[in-house]
């Protein structure tokens, strides 16, 4: 707080490189801030370029403790275009857009995962530019099954990666969509441990192929957000979605972000007490 506290008092100066504005010290840099939702569990995920906009992907709070899944389209100054969200088992229903990515056409792909009233199933929704519902798809029945990322792969194809519930276990899960139905090209699983195994992020890579990253050998899932360390799992496929290498690092840890270098790849996420992960 800062600025004049109206009874003739202070709430205090800003640090240096921040400015009062409407009572709170805000950045000097920052060119726009905005609040989008209606209540403090509203949450957003991930936000993309959209022409003069952005789009951004998360979950809008509903009946006490569930939520839908969230995507709303916003201007070049932040103020909200449109917003839609989408609910799988009614109103006591927890659903979530986790990822998000830019069409080349200028649509929003958004996936996450869709209550079935028992357990999760993934779901991948495409909206055109203006909030208008092209098609949803849910994948992978019962089970905590759930989309963490997506892309656009180099066919224009859309390229999912999360957890499938499998053989009594949780294996990294990849679906390759048809850009114009949404329906299944093509559906991989991968583990690197035999265990929990699961992938929170996917990009191309420029030499061809993917980059994807997340967490093997976890010691649990929870239905939420939050998944017990195992090790740091980075995956590099080709563009067939087979395995070109898989590497397991940093104990104790979990990927969440993964981007292509000059001269390799840098991984994200938090390690067993919440802390930044080195970059790799």
């Not at 839609?84 to 958004?110: H, N, R």
């Not at 849910?138 to 997506?150: A, P």
């Amino acid at each position: 707080d800062c600025g004049d506290d109206s009874c003739g008092g202070s709430c205090g100066a800003c640090n240096e490189g921040f400015s009062c504005d409407n009572f709170l010290c805000q950045c000097d840099n920052i060119v726009w801030s905005r609040n989008h939702g209606d209540d403090d569990q509203d949450r957003i995920y991930a936000v993309r370029a959209a022409g003069a906009g952005y789009f951004f992907a998360g979950r809008m709070e509903g009946l006490m403790d569930y939520h839908d899944f969230w995507v709303a389209g916003v201007n070049d100054q932040g103020f909200l275009q449109w917003s839609q969200d989408y609910t799988g088992s009614g109103s006591f229903s927890k659903d979530i857009a986790f990822g998000a990515a830019t069409t080349p056409e200028g649509d929003l792909i958004a996936v996450g995962k869709q209550d079935t009233g028992l357990w999760y199933s993934g779901v991948a929704r495409k909206l055109s530019a203006d909030g208008t519902s092209l098609w949803g798809k849910t994948f992978g029945g019962n089970g905590l099954n759930e989309f963490r990322s997506v892309t656009v792969g180099p066919t224009g194809t859309y390229v999912a990666v999360g957890q499938v519930f499998s053989g009594y276990t949780y294996k990294g899960w990849l679906v390759e969509l048809d850009p114009a139905t949404g329906n299944s090209l093509t559906s991989r699983t991968y583990t690197a441990s035999g265990a929990f195994d699961v992938l929170r992020s996917i990009r191309t890579v420029s030499t061809g192929g993917y980059i994807a990253v997340g967490c093997s050998g976890v010691g649990s899932i929870d239905n939420e957000d939050y998944v017990s360390p195992g090790q740091l799992w980075l995956l590099r496929l080709n563009d067939s979605f087979n395995v070109v290498w898989s590497k397991n690092l940093a104990s104790s840890s979990e990927g969440f972000a993964v981007a292509e270098t000059a001269d390799g790849f840098v991984a994200a996420g938090c390690d067993a007490e919440g802390f930044e992960i080195p970059a790799i």
